[in-house]
């Protein structure tokens, strides 16, 4: 298992390498970064723009932005440690699109037709989110390939996990 520095440490010096395997504690640890990062950032917003900002923000966007291609990257050598293909990355893509597309419901004015319909596809696009995201977290819980697969050596065995 990787400690928390040598995980992100990883993460970044990897961010344009999506051929080798990465296990769960490189992929756990760097999610944990993510998180602490995330609070750091909405916080730094906060001080910034104060708590009734209206949605205006700067730091926690600009880091998304800043992690966004690692993020991606320590997935797919998470999945390719569990012997599957990178595209599983794809079910991340959902949630990722209601968050940019999110609507703010509180408009002004009685609700109208539109606003019902707009509201049952938010609905539906947030129950198909959680339902990809609930498929990525099973698999990124689970235990890697024992030994070498199609991706490379096991990363935890030595052997750093390039082909």
């Known amino acids: 298992a990787m400690t928390f520095g040598a995980a992100v440490a990883k993460c970044f010096r990897d961010t344009l390498n999506f051929e080798a395997r990465a296990p769960r504690s490189e992929y756990w640890w760097f999610f944990l970064f993510c998180f602490a990062g995330n609070i750091a950032a909405g916080a730094a917003d906060v001080m910034a723009f104060g708590w009734e900002h209206d949605s205006l923000s700067f730091f926690e966007p600009a880091f ?15 999945l390719h440690d569990l012997d599957r293909t990178g595209w599983w990355v794809l079910l991340g893509v959902p949630h990722f699109l209601l968050g940019v597309f999110s609507i703010d419901w509180e408009g002004p004015g009685p609700a109208s037709h539109w606003d019902r319909d707009a509201e049952a596809l938010f609905f539906a696009a947030f129950i198909v989110s959680v339902i990809c995201l609930i498929i990525l ?9 024992d030994g070498e697969n199609r991706f490379g050596p096991n990363p935890l065995a030595g052997g750093g996990g390039k082909p």
């Open 64 to 78: 998304w932005l800043a992690m966004l291609l690692t993020v991606i990257a320590v997935t797919v050598r998470r």
């Open 137 to 145: 977290l099973i698999l990124m819980l689970r235990k890697g390939t």
